[in-house]
């Protein structure tokens, strides 16, 4: 790869490269939508093909895609922090928006060495990324910390599960901390990170089941944004 080529086309079914996956290491899978942004990190142990459904397991990771939303494949190793690559994959729809995107963790080495043997072609790009926008901070009031500043006060343990076209992923854990910064809600530990834009949950849906109580985030038309924390009571964890 010449240092030009830092974004090229996968030419390959999209469930040939997730098979890829678990030689790449710690990575992060990434689902994002409507202000919502659900990452869990750390290395895939399996990769698996369930009916039209691909599942990508490990104990960091339980994630299902519809392979065949994914209409085109970018890498991208043009992302550089403190003189490491932080090579990325994009799974875009037939629109050329993410369904869903895979963040490497190790460096290039082992990303390159998961590709080798792919198809690619470099991309041509025209002009350069768009800035992040600045964000206002998020209010102390904003209706999005509601289920969070609850796990937290009652110390019961959730799952933050994330849905959207052809991907949805959830994580299970404890919440110790919420941190609002940079405009977006923030919930981060070791194998997860949710980022959820300020404003973007207008109320919830609660739902009392045996055991637990389940928000589901609604925006200010009242649709579901793809966003569900469920809390367990502790008797039944």
Not at 102 to 121: K, M, N, S
Request: net charge negative; hydrophobic share 40%; with cysteine.
């Amino acid at each position: 790869m010449t240092e030009q080529a830092t974004r090229r086309i996968l030419r390959e079914p999209a469930d040939h490269v997730l098979g890829k996956l678990p030689l790449v290491g710690k990575l992060m899978i990434i689902g994002k939508r409507n202000g919502v942004t659900h990452e869990r990190i750390g290395p895939v142990a399996t990769v698996t093909a369930e009916g039209e459904w691909i599942f990508c397991r490990g104990d960091h990771h339980d994630s299902r895609i519809d392979p065949g939303l994914v209409a085109s494949i970018v890498a991208d190793t043009s992302s550089v922090m403190q003189g490491q690559v932080y090579p990325r994959l994009d799974f875009n729809d037939a629109r050329g928006e993410p369904v869903f995107s895979v963040v490497g963790f190790d460096g290039l080495e082992p990303f390159e060495q998961a590709l080798a043997g792919l198809r690619l072609e470099t991309e041509e790009i025209d002009g350069a990324r768009p800035e992040r926008p600045e964000r206002p901070n998020v209010a102390d009031d904003d209706p999005g910390l509601k289920p969070f500043n609850l796990a937290i006060e009652t110390a019961r343990p959730v799952v933050i599960a994330f849905s959207g076209p052809g991907f949805d992923q959830s994580w299970s854990g404890i919440v110790e901390k919420v941190k609002p910064a940079m405009g977006f809600i923030n919930v981060m530990t070791s194998d997860f990170h949710l980022h959820l834009l300020g404003g973007a949950v207008a109320s919830w849906v609660e739902r009392e089941e045996i055991g637990a109580t389940t928000f589901c985030a609604l925006d200010a038309g009242q649709k579901e944004i793809g966003l569900n924390v469920r809390l367990v009571a502790a008797a039944s964890n």
